[in-house]
């Protein structure tokens, strides 16, 4: 026999008399749960009910200054604050403004999804920097700080005017899939306004969805069924403006009666429906503001396509979005679309966008999307076979499909799309008809759960469990890890990554220790302990123990890790090699993405500029941008390497080096860019190294003009090795042998004086190898390869510093 799920059923209390014994604090107090959203926040509060209806939840209506000074009351918040003529503006007034203002200047939104990266300045032009009166915005935390500051004020005066009891108990909903990081600055965002969180106060938004549904439905007598002996798995589809969060749950009956508990949560990707607003920006509306005026993307630094231009087009981006998405949806009454889904028909905006650039203004008269080229753009997030990210400008904007983070969730609970026996879509986003369809396909045996309110649900549910927890201290659904959190180890000469905690780990955890770990040689005097989440290219923290002493730590030193994670979800950490001991202070990673250690070495440098623009009073210097140059060179970044030098070169006249920015170009595989400012170079002051890097543009098109370029590099320097090789090399094939072999051990020669006296540029070797090689000297050539100097980049951790297992087994529970 089958049981309803209920809300009742989930927590008996509230049929029981033990609910008169709470039900004095219980009516003193409001209840609130708070649904931070990317894009739009929304509060709700929740109160005991009767029978049929035990809790009542509804969303709050929250005042918002428009930028004319109107009051607009609504339940849904954008998450967006704008600086308009000397005004604060938080909400609808501040989204209005999205066409006018500069995101990062005065305009900011989105800042939900950057929350525990270690970015910096995040915006050095900041209208609202240190010396501004108390008001500070230089990074997503200052504004998360500003929105939740606005939220508390909205708060509290709908209780007073509501004459709600001012004892205000709060739950925030966060994505499941947030790390330790993104959850501390969000906890601080919080606190530092004075609301009262506690202990488990956080609720992952896909629970506090499933909740709010199964309290809806209770009410509509829409029940979930519990067959007898049975088990089903509720996937919760959340996809929102910023994330895309996958969790499954568990519904069964045991003897305590109806349980449902977490089994999976899906890895965190930055997914949501901003990415297809940018994707629609990038690839249709872009074109449009570039049509008829002889320029292309290529005519514009990445930097000023990421955060001038690209941001100007989000907001028709979005309304193109939703109109369309709209209208498809009235004619969608199945899983089919509707033929108007993949027509040419369009729709437009009557509202021209106009943007400011190094290049002149660009407008578009009426910005416009069709069908078919909407559902193109959402083929890229609907792909089913591929893991790898769809690329857009030089491949630093990437595109996640919604069923990299659906699979990843699959896989944790060992489950196929068939072991699925409900989904349930919750978020704006997904009343995207083309997710709604891929999604819903994906699970052909699944029952399709769609609430009217896809965007109030979350805050329901926050509501609900703020009153639940708060006001019973009970927990209906048992939060869990979302990823394995990790140690990496030395094993001989292998660095080996251990699991200390597995994924799907039931929160408040148990305290594992980790102590039979000891230093990898005698005497080591620093010990590292790198704790990675996911896999070891997402380091959250490193662990430093120093021994000042002579001779360093023993090796029979006995190194200890506690681990525990509290109910907020976040890492605690306690490490001791004998009797010196340290607690941890988690990392702010430079990006909530798995990073190498190139991209490490990358952000880093972006933070560091961004910090020294912020102190430069918003615009970048002449030594900023030289070591931005220097690190994108460091790590083989051509493109963005050519495009700081570039720009050097535009603000500070002949710093830049027009020969290297060709070089730079031409490595990144942007010939026309590259001739470009090795012909300016050449004009400006001719050299035989820019006549050689002009003559390699030309020689696998045209012959004639890449001999004319080496014979003008030899004829400007004589002993320029490289063009010498090169010519030898054509006249030997044009059966002027004499003539070629004499070019190539000249500049054999000259490069083995070099060699011998350690003079060697890092570009020599490889040029030097193939002279060799042409000489028939094979084995010298080889040498030569075998000498030449291996780039050493800063890693996060020394691998000579890293522990080792003392025996096979080695994780305790205490």
């Known amino acids: 026999m089958s049981t309803e799920l209920t809300i009742n059923n989930l927590l008996p209390v509230l049929t029981t008399g033990k609910l008169s014994e709470k039900n004095a604090t219980i009516q003193n107090t409001t209840f609130v749960g708070i649904d931070f959203g990317t894009s739009t926040t929304v509060v709700s509060i929740a109160v005991l009910g009767k029978d049929k209806e035990p809790l009542i939840v509804k969303p709050i209506e929250l005042n918002q200054k428009l930028s004319d000074g109107a009051i607009f009351s609504s339940y849904k918040v954008p998450s967006v604050i704008a600086w308009y003529n000397n005004n604060l503006i938080v909400g609808e007034g501040a989204a209005q403004l999205k066409f006018k203002l500069r995101q990062g200047k005065n305009l900011w939104h989105s800042f939900k999804m950057e929350l525990g990266e270690d970015v910096g300045c995040k915006y050095p032009n900041s209208e609202l920097g240190k010396n501004h009166n108390k008001l500070t915005i230089l990074n997503p935390t200052d504004a998360s700080k500003i929105f939740f500051k606005y939220l508390k004020v909205q708060i509290e005066r709908y209780v007073n005017t509501h004459s709600l009891p001012s004892n205000i108990q709060y739950a925030v909903s966060i994505p499941a899939s947030f790390e330790a990081n993104q959850r501390r600055d969000l906890v601080d965002s919080l606190e530092s306004n004075g609301f009262m969180i506690n202990k488990q106060s956080l609720i992952d938004e896909p629970n506090a969805a499933f909740l709010s549904y199964v309290s809806k439905s209770s009410v509509e007598g829409k029940h979930l069924q519990i067959p007898q002996d049975y088990f089903p798995n509720v996937l ?79 907001a028709a981006a979005e309304r193109l979005k939703i109109k369309l998405s709209d209208n498809i949806s009235l004619q969608t009454t199945t899983k089919v679309l509707s033929e108007l889904a993949l027509t040419n028909d369009y729709t437009s905006l009557g509202k021209e966008i106009e943007i400011e650039t190094r290049k002149g203004i660009l407008s578009i008269e009426e910005p416009k999307l069709s069908y078919k080229e909407f559902a193109r753009i959402n083929s890229v997030f609907t792909k089913e076979n591929s893991n790898l990210p769809t690329k857009r400008i030089e491949k630093e904007v990437e595109f996640v499909s919604v069923f990299t983070p659906i699979k990843t969730a699959l896989k944790k609970a060992n489950l196929s799309s068939t072991d699925i026996d409900y989904v349930l879509f919750i978020g704006g986003s997904s009343k995207n008809p083309f997710i709604q369809k ?168 972006e933070r560091d500029f961004n910090l020294e623009c912020e102190r430069n009073g918003g615009e970048p210097s002449l030594s900023a941008l030289q070591s931005l140059h220097k690190a994108y060179e460091k790590i083989g970044m051509d493109f963005k390497a050519a495009e700081t030098l570039e720009q050097i070169e535009e603000m500070f006249p002949g710093k830049g080096n027009l020969n290297n920015i060709g070089l730079h170009y031409s490595n990144a595989g942007k010939k026309d860019k590259a001739i470009m400012f090795y012909e300016r170079a050449m004009s400006k002051e001719p050299s035989s190294t820019t006549a050689f890097n002009i003559a390699m543009q030309y020689k696998h098109t045209d012959k004639k003009r890449y001999q004319e370029y080496l014979e003008k590099a030899q004829e400007t320097n004589p002993l320029h090795n490289p063009s010498a090789y090169s010519l030898g090399q054509e006249y030997i094939k044009a059966g002027k042998k004499k003539e070629g072999e004499k070019l190539l051990k000249e500049a054999f020669e000259r490069w083995k004086q070099k060699f011998e006296s350690n003079k060697m540029k890092k570009w020599d070797y490889s040029w030097f190898s193939s002279c060799a090689r042409a000489l028939g000297k094979k084995d010298y050539a080889e040498h030569i390869e075998e000498c030449e100097p291996k780039e050493n980049l800063d890693k996060m951790y020394n691998s000579d510093n890293l522990t080792q297992f003392k025996q096979e087994e080695g994780l305790q529970k205490q």
């Open 236 to 314: 919760v589809f959340d996809f929102g403006a910023g994330t895309c969060d996958i969790s499954i749950l568990e519904l069964g009956k045991d003897n305590n009666g109806i349980y449902s508990k977490n089994i999976a949560i899906s890895r965190f990707e930055k997914l949501g429906g901003n990415d297809i607003d940018k994707l629609i920006a990038v690839d249709v509306l872009l074109p449009q503001l570039l049509e008829g005026t002889g320029l292309s993307s290529e005519d514009f630094r990445t930097r000023e396509l990421n955060e001038l231009i690209i941001p100007k087009l989000l």
């Open 438 to 605: 891929a999604v819903s396909n994906y699970f052909p045996e699944s029952d399709i759960l769609l609430p009217n309110d896809l965007q109030a649900h979350v805050s329901s549910g926050a509501a609900i469990h703020s009153l639940i927890y708060n006001g019973f201290g009970k927990n209906v659904i048992q939060p869990i890890t979302s990823e394995p959190i990790m140690l990496i180890t030395k094993d001989g000469y292998r660095e080996i990554v251990d699991s200390i905690v597995e994924a799907g780990t039931v929160i408040p955890s148990d305290i594992k220790i980790i102590e039979n770990l000891s230093p990898q040689k005698e005497g080591q005097e620093v010990i590292e302990l790198p704790i990675c989440v996911g896999s070891k290219n997402k380091l959250l923290y490193n662990i430093k123990l120093f021994n000042p002493e002579s001779g360093g730590f023993p090796k029979s030193t006995s190194v200890k890790l506690e681990i525990e994670i509290n109910a907020d979800k976040m890492l605690l950490i306690r490490a001791s090699a004998g009797n010196k001991k340290i607690m941890v202070e988690p990392l702010s990673p430079f990006a909530n993405k798995e990073m190498t250690t190139e991209e490490r070495i990358k952000y880093k440098a």
